[in-house]
């Protein structure tokens, strides 16, 4: 094996696992919420966005990285409460036309809200400094940004399973999911729960957009972009499934990561590709039942 | 919601004799195709290069109704269909300019219902949210292949400098003019066609009913020997098929193609124009459309930022007027007609 | 000359998840018995009522229908060759009136539903059948009403009309009586009686009255597998029968 091509390979395998990370945060509070509630929330990617924005709005006024990465989450988690509270639960029973009529328009809003606040153009963020340089491995120089992408999805996902698994409330949160009925009947807010849920979810997304910031900046059209991705991995994975979606992210970030090194003016179609060829072998997703 | 949001589609009984409900709508739809016909009598140049415009429009959001009110499935990647045969057409007339228009116009729909065939197949597999997603998901893949197959789509620049000098039976006629009422009608005089063979056949014959039956209750459908796949599947190509024929229209309206017309949010547009029109009416998308035109020309004068009032218009249809304006009318004529009721007796 | 049996399942298993649902059914209809499945609750009857009617694909056996194997068929080519089914959960077009309910399954009968267009010498029979269909069961008065207003037990009799409008061989009922009050599963049992004429039927009930009333021999399904079969009296007196079911019952 040549130095060049083994340096290669490093390089792919790290945007692999950057990618990975990003396009889970995004799309785990949508396959969440959707398994579930039964809720398809078109407007998932829109909180992203404007997780983006904010902090982009943050470090502009602080200039502190790091007090956006603490801030902006929270924001947007507690909007999209709001939000949750006020239109979506009078959905809940409806169909998924109406609940995708619903948020899409509710995207459309989010979309031109924050054009009229920060105007058509892209921005940048730039990461902190100590973040900002490149580090040495098997021949390949690399950035450390990426590196601080994996870690923090990787404390953020343990986090969440350790309090999945190892609390009370995970452990109610878990039923929940599964005979939301009898835990409504043994005395526990089920509503709250799903807000819980809802909360955490679009929490997640706006980390992901928080750190996507110095990574590929806030554009208007980042919302779009990633909604189609998030679609794909929860259609590829099996509606509902957070497994399902784990995988078919790691296959995005595969053919993302390496793909985009070889084949890189055909990147825009990789997704689609890895939807087809899951598909093609599981008809109903990877984790998807004949029934749902 | 959901049964007020796809609305009754059973026209009220058909008994022996026709209902009042369906004489009124019989009277609505003749009533709309003749103002949208003379219309170009009465109205500034422009006025008709607008109104060009939103019957293309409102044939294609009557093209995605057909599968959202008679199937009850909500397609987010329509504009997929609407663009290929955009595309499809311009390319055919960079190959043969002299192809005469109805040929023109037959190929491309078939080329479309051909391409509904194929993704049918995977997308009505599955409804609800599934649907939805792999439509979208597929309407992206377009745009995707617009986008970046350059030297066939022209990319972001798109197609333009085509124009179907074969007009056949009008050898006066030319469409080099785009706006004007001569374009107007020739696009009317196969639009109207197109659309009343595919009103005819939802709401008049046993056809439509098995189509209903199918989205009423699937299940139940299957069991009395309903083939339930191949019902939606066909009623999938037709809806294709009509989006081709609007697609070709558009292309031949405006003399240029771009990716606008396979985008993303072309494809939810549309749903916007057919809720807001009603979608519980077969022709009230084409009045959303005719409205879709006017107020957006005068909101985009207003302000930039107009595309927030769609955002608006799609929580408040679905929130407050599921049925659409079709829905509003139907409700306040009912009122008229009880209150009228009332005072006679 | 020994016809061929309207119905034979032969060696039928099937499993879920949770173990076997079924297995090794064997079961024959001659051509206008009519036969009664008893069972208590999870014996595998609406299971196997799926495998004969399409709905579900046994993980092995096969079902015939007339010497023909149609296991693994889709439930619509199953009710072309002549099998219709009721449902023990209502399954109706509930947004359309009884007319229209009605007429869905007869345009699919007459093969008149794939019509582009309205030949009206062809679809006004059409008319006086949805019309007679309706009287049968004694819906002749409400065929405007929508269906999700009417009555439960109108609702019911709606549910056999469907299946009985399209003349099948084969008449498959899943607990036709659930949920009816006394009246109404007397009337039911009438109609039945009156209606069925000589067409095969399979029924699954839970009110003895109504299999007993119908069924010329009754099979019992006890855990996925065939406890007993014979007529009406030789199943009341047969002891396993007493013990697992109506020994039950009688408690």
């Given at each position: ?95 998924h036309a109406?609940?995708l ?134 259609v ?57 | ?66 599968l959202f009110?008679?199937s009850g499935l909500l397609s987010f990647g ?42 049918g197949?995977v997308c009505v597999r599955r409804s609800g949210a599934y649907f939805s997603m792999t439509t979208l ?95 939606k599947?066909?009623?999938f ?109 | ?251």
């Amino acid at each position: 094996m040549t130095h060049a091509f083994a340096s290669l390979l490093v390089a792919g395998a790290l945007d692999t696992l950057t990618f990975w990370s990003l396009s889970f945060m995004i799309a785990a509070g949508l396959t969440v919420v959707f398994g579930m509630l039964g809720f398809l929330n078109a407007a998932h990617t829109a909180f992203y966005m404007l997780a983006g924005y904010a902090a982009y709005a943050i470090v502009r006024h602080t200039g502190s990285f790091w007090l956006a990465l603490a801030l902006a989450p929270v924001i947007v988690a507690l909007i999209g409460v709001a939000v949750e509270r006020l239109l979506f639960t009078r959905l809940y029973r409806a169909s998924h036309a109406s609940q995708l009529l619903l948020t899409i328009g509710l995207a459309y809003i989010i979309a031109e809200g924050a054009k009229i606040i920060w105007g058509d153009s892209a921005f940048t963020v730039a990461p902190p400094p100590i973040l900002a340089g490149r580090f040495s491995l098997l021949g390949a120089t690399l950035p450390i940004y990426h590196l601080f992408i994996i870690s923090v999805a990787l404390v953020l996902l343990c986090v969440i399973s350790v309090l999945l698994v190892g609390t009370r409330l995970g452990m109610v949160v878990r039923a929940a999911a599964v005979y939301p009925e009898m835990v409504g009947a043994l005395g526990f807010k089920v509503r709250t729960i799903y807000t819980l849920v809802f909360a955490v979810g679009l929490f997640l997304a706006a980390c992901a957009g928080v750190v996507m910031a110095p990574l590929a900046g806030v554009y208007p059209g980042m919302a779009d972009d990633a909604l189609v991705q998030s679609f794909i991995i929860v259609v590829a994975g099996g509606l509902g499934s957070l497994p399902g979606a784990f995988i078919v992210a790691g296959l995005l970030g595969v053919v993302q990561g390496f793909g985009s090194v070889f084949f890189s003016s055909y990147a825009i179609f990789f997704p689609f590709i890895v939807l087809g060829g899951v598909l093609l072998v599981r008809p109903h997703g990877l984790f998807g039942g004949r029934a749902a | 919601m959901s049964q007020t949001l796809l609305a009754r589609t059973t026209a009220a009984d058909r008994g022996p004799r026709l209902s009042s409900a369906k004489r009124a709508e019989t009277a609505a739809t003749v009533l709309l195709l003749a103002l949208l016909i003379v219309a170009p009598t009465f109205v500034s140049r422009s006025t008709v290069n607008d109104l060009g415009q939103a019957v293309c429009l409102g044939l294609f959001a009557i093209s995605f109704n057909l599968l959202f009110k008679y199937s009850g499935l909500l397609s987010f990647g329509h504009a997929a269909f609407f663009g290929f045969a955009a595309y499809a057409e311009a390319l055919l007339l960079q190959s043969w300019p002299g192809l005469p228009l109805p040929l023109l116009v037959v190929g491309t729909v078939l080329s479309t219902a051909i391409l509904g065939l194929l993704l049918g197949q995977v997308c009505v597999r599955r409804s609800g949210a599934y649907f939805s997603m792999t439509t979208l998901t597929i309407g992206a893949f377009f745009y995707a292949v617009a986008f970046k197959w350059q030297g066939v789509t022209g990319g972001t620049d798109g197609l333009d400098s085509f124009m179907p000098q074969n007009l056949l039976l009008l050898p006066r006629w030319s469409l080099d003019n785009p706006g004007t009422a001569q374009t107007y009608w020739l696009i009317l005089a196969i639009l109207i066609p197109a659309a009343l063979a595919a009103w005819a056949l939802l709401e008049w014959t046993p056809w439509g009913n098995a189509v209903v039956a199918v989205r009423s209750n699937e299940k139940r459908a299957a069991f009395l020997g309903y083939d339930t796949h191949g019902v939606k599947l066909a009623n999938f190509v037709l809806s294709a098929a009509l989006a081709g024929v609007a697609g070709a229209l558009w292309a031949i309206d405006n003399g240029f193609v771009s990716t606008d017309s396979v985008d993303l949010s072309f494809s939810t547009t549309v749903i916007i124009v057919a809720l807001l029109g009603g979608s519980g009416w077969f022709w009230g998308p084409m009045v959303g459309a005719v409205i879709y035109i006017a107020v957006s020309d005068r909101l985009s004068a207003l302000t930039p930022h107009w595309q927030i009032f769609l955002g608006l218009a799609f929580v408040g249809i679905v929130l407050f007027a599921p049925r659409g304006l079709a829905g509003l009318v139907q409700s306040i004529w009912q009122r008229v007609l009880t209150r009228r009721g009332r005072q006679n007796v | 000359m020994s016809e061929l049996p309207t119905l034979h399942l032969s060696r039928i298993a099937k499993s879920f998840g949770s173990g076997p649902v079924l297995q090794d059914v064997n079961l024959s209809l001659q051509s206008g018995e009519r036969r009664g499945l008893i069972g208590p609750n999870g014996a595998g009857k609406t299971t196997l009522i799926n495998i004969i009617t399409g709905g579900l694909a046994p993980d092995s056996g096969d079902v015939f229908f007339q010497g023909q194997r149609i296991t693994g068929l889709s439930p619509y080519r199953r009710n072309r060759i002549g099998i219709g089914r009721s449902f023990q959960i209502l399954s109706l077009f509930g947004e359309m009136t009884v007319r229209e309910n009605l007429r869905n399954a007869l345009l699919r009968h007459r093969g008149l539903h794939v019509l582009p267009w309205r030949a009206a010498a062809r679809l006004a029979p059409i008319e006086d059948e949805v019309a007679q269909a309706a009287e049968l069961v004694g819906l002749g008065d409400v065929l405007k009403a929508r269906v999700d207003t009417l009555p439960y037990g109108m609702q019911r009799r709606l549910d056999i009309a469907l299946v009985l409008a399209q003349e099948p061989a084969l008449v498959v009922l899943d607990e036709p009586a659930a949920g009816l009050s006394g009246a109404e599963t007397r009337d039911l049992i009438d109609l039945l009686q009156t209606r069925l004429g000589d067409r095969t039927l399979l029924l699954v009930e839970h009110d003895m009255d109504v299999v007993y009333s119908l069924s010329d021999r009754i099979t019992v399904l006890d855990y996925g597998r065939v406890l007993a079969e014979g007529s009406p009296a030789e199943i009341s007196a047969n002891s396993d029968v007493r013990r697992v079911y109506l020994g039950e019952d009688a408690a």
